[in-house]
């Protein structure tokens, strides 16, 4: 019991100091020589023994009056300056009007004349709201009926026409290859003669077809006995239908082959 305590005791929780276990050495890299040394070539001058070492300008290159003006073109000779200039089409500072010459035109008549032979001056027309309101311009109004007067007023525009035009091209080549596609095919008419004929010959077939139909006996018991029955019903029908088709329509059309 005593053994059995000492091995459930507390502290033998704990871990031991040599039960510990062992780290392994830490990862060092086999460039760091190299590297170590790259950073230290790499390091500024300013970085270690204060700022870089730079020429120092020298104190005769001062900054000197009028240096940074823009420089003129150097002046003309004088025989550059002797020479003729060309002639100028508006008069020059030092010219002068001639003065004392009277012009031999009568201004006062010319225009007492041209007053009194002028047509006077038509009046802009206006329009007034109110009888003692406001005047406006009646041309801005929208009162005169400008767009009624243009000379092309009413006229077919060019594009409509244009289009019908297209239409109308369209619509014939339509009907000029439906001509020629009847042309190829090439319907015949059936005559009066042959329509009766034809009507006789069908009639004829549905008395055979009914006689046939009479005669089947009374129970129909088998399978081939209702087969029988069944296509005799559909010719009977079919000659029928054709034979109403023919009595409708009074004309008939049969392409040819």
């Known amino acids: 019991m005593a053994t059995q305590c000492a091995e459930e005791s507390i ?16 990862y060092i890299s086999t460039f760091r020589p190299s590297v170590k040394c790259e950073a230290e070539k790499n390091k500024a001058q300013w970085k270690t023994m204060g700022p870089a070492k730079v020429a120092v300008p020298s104190p005769k290159n001062f900054l000197q009056k009028h240096s940074k003006e823009p420089k003129l073109p150097p002046k003309r000779k004088k ?3 002797s020479r003729k200039l060309p002639a100028l ?6 010219d002068h009007p001639v003065m004392g010459i009277q012009s031999k035109k009568n201004f ?8 009194i032979t002028g047509l ?15 005047k406006f311009l009646l041309e801005t109004s929208g009162l005169v009926p400008k767009y009624i007067k243009k000379k092309d007023y009413g006229v077919t525009p060019k594009y409509v026409a244009q289009r019908n035009e297209e239409i109308k091209r369209a619509q014939k080549e339509y009907e000029a290859g439906i001509l020629e596609h009847l042309k190829k095919r090439a319907m015949k008419q059936v005559s009066d003669e042959e329509r009766r004929s034809l009507l006789q010959g ?16 009374v129970e129909i018991d ?36």
């Open 120 to 134: 006077p001056k038509k009046p802009q027309p206006i329009y007034v709201d109110r009888r003692q309101g406001d």
């Open 79 to 81: 025989e550059q300056d």
């Open 89 to 94: 089409s508006v008069p020059r500072r030092t």
């Open 202 to 217: 069908l009639k004829k077939n549905w008395e055979e077809v009914y006689r046939e139909f009479q005669g089947l006996s």
């Open 108 to 115: 006062i008549n010319t225009n007492a004349v041209a007053a």
């Open 222 to 257: 088998t399978i081939p006995k209702k087969l029988h029955k069944e296509k005799l019903e559909s010719q009977m029908k079919q000659l029928e239908h054709d034979i109403e088709v023919i009595e409708k329509h009074k004309v008939i059309y049969i392409a040819n082959e």
């Open 11 to 26: 502290y033998n929780l704990l871990p031991r100091l040599d039960e510990r276990p062992v780290k392994p050495p830490r």
